[in-house]
């Protein structure tokens, strides 16, 4: 094994799935050797993307549930391959990110947090189809925060967290936790 298991995290709108697909599909030389991934096979746990919650009653919750085993999967696998997981809210809820680092202790696990400035991800979010008008810039932003805040308490149980800009496609390095 000795994989790495890397969960995408950042607010709502922010581009995680579009990093996982960037570095999936272009494989950017100065980006994978910040990251320690040159010569990594690059893994995407597609199940992480196919099974996001969006609401009440969504089927995806039950599928998300499992999520910990398709990443013991994905790990037994490869070898001396990254593993990248959209990560959501929900995962903190369902002790995945803890589940999956006692079940692969042979391999690293780490966060990725991707953040832009507040206003840009507000312009963002009302784009969204499940938008309206309750979500608040306030009510956005104390959502940001409450995750950061799930982030901290990970990072204080020994995640490594790597906070990133994703403005744009250069991603360059931020610092965690993020003045919002």
């Known amino acids: 094994m000795n994989n790495q298991v890397i969960w995408i995290f950042g607010p709502s709108a922010v581009g995680k799935e579009t990093f996982i697909n960037y570095i999936k599909n272009n494989q950017p030389e100065e980006l994978l050797a910040r990251l320690g991934w040159v010569n990594k096979n690059i893994v995407v746990c597609d199940e992480s993307i196919n099974w996001v919650v969006q609401g009440d009653n969504d089927e995806n919750e039950l599928f998300r549930k499992k999520l910990n085993k398709v990443i013991e999967k994905y790990s037994q696998d490869n070898t001396n391959s990254i593993i990248l997981i959209k990560g959501q809210d929900l995962d903190f809820d369902n002790n995945t990110l803890n589940a999956v680092r006692e079940s692969l202790?042979?391999?690293?696990?780490?966060?990725?947090?991707?953040?832009?400035?507040f206003d840009i991800l507000y312009q963002r979010y009302v784009t969204k189809k499940w938008w309206n008008e309750t979500m608040t810039r306030d009510v956005c932003k104390d959502w940001a925060r409450e995750q950061i805040n799930l982030l901290i308490r990970h990072q204080n149980s020994s995640f490594k967290i790597k906070a990133l800009d994703s403005s744009d496609n250069k991603y360059l390095d931020l610092n965690f936790p993020p003045v919002l």
């Not at 042979?106 to 966060?111: A, R, T």
């Open 105 to 117: 202790l042979n391999d690293e696990h780490e966060i990725i947090f991707l953040y832009v400035d």
